[in-house]
């Protein structure tokens, strides 16, 4: 299974903008990109994914490398309820997504 | 409309003993995931239904657990002979689609005594 490699843990100043990055040096060309966050006491949260190109919804947005081994999650202005931990994951052409260990965002005031 | 429903929301059980988790997955989605995640971990893939295809069990982590999906809706986790170390929370998983995203329960949180 193509692996993802994210920072354990992460700051960010509230309302500043931050940049998740993600590692993803064996993906395949069918591969997807995903994100997810999972607040405590909760199951995860869909977030954003793409394939090649940079995505963007109201959430946050997406930026793909040319080579596509590497992404970052962009949040414009963080909120102190942005604090989570967030998962690249990578989906495979049969479906099956493996998560990580993500990077705990803490976001302060 | 009505998001990934899990049953119960919380079990305790005693060493040896089998236990049943229930997933309750989004109407008409067609793919039904199942995963651990131990205290302060990430998730740990368990095992994955892809409409009438065989499922993907290459996750689960003894033949003590077992998973199935009847009619292509609700799913049911098994964990026969439980021990300490099952002591997790266990999260079900569904989507539309291939190119959808996940969409997901509360958990069931599993102590083991």
């Known amino acids: 299974d193509a692996k993802t490699t994210q920072p354990n843990s992460m700051e960010s100043n509230e309302e500043e903008p931050v940049h998740l990055p993600c590692n993803h040096s064996?993906?395949?060309?069918?591969?997807?990109i995903h994100w997810y966050r999972q607040l405590p006491s909760q199951g995860p949260e869909y977030v954003i994914h793409g394939l090649t190109s940079n995505v963007n919804n109201r959430m946050a947005s997406l930026a793909i490398a040319e080579d596509r081994k590497s992404s970052t999650l962009i949040l414009h202005r963080a909120t102190l309820r942005d604090a989570a931990v967030y998962y690249c994951?990578?989906?495979?052409?049969?479906?099956?997504?493996?998560f990580g260990d993500g990077t705990t965002l803490t976001v302060k005031p | 409309g009505a998001g990934v429903s899990q049953s119960p929301s919380n079990k305790v059980t005693e060493k040896g003993k089998d236990v049943e988790l229930r997933c309750d997955p989004i109407?008409?989605?067609?793919?039904l995931y199942w995963y651990r995640q131990s205290l302060g971990q990430g998730l740990e893939f368990l095992i994955y239904?892809?409409?009438?295809?065989?499922?993907?069990k290459s996750g689960l982590p003894s033949d003590r657990f077992s998973a199935e999906r009847t009619g292509g809706s609700v799913s049911t986790l098994t964990i026969q002979r439980t021990q300490q170390e099952d002591s997790a929370v266990y999260l079900c998983?569904?989507?539309?689609?291939?190119?959808?995203?996940?969409?997901f329960g509360n958990g069931t949180r599993l102590t083991v005594t």
């Open positions: 994951i990578l989906r495979d052409w049969a479906g099956k997504s493996t």
């Open positions: 239904f892809q409409g009438n295809s065989a499922p993907d």
């Open positions: 064996t993906i395949s060309g069918t591969d997807y």
């Open positions: 109407s008409g989605h067609t793919a």
């Open positions: 998983a569904s989507r539309w689609d291939y190119g959808s995203p996940l969409h």
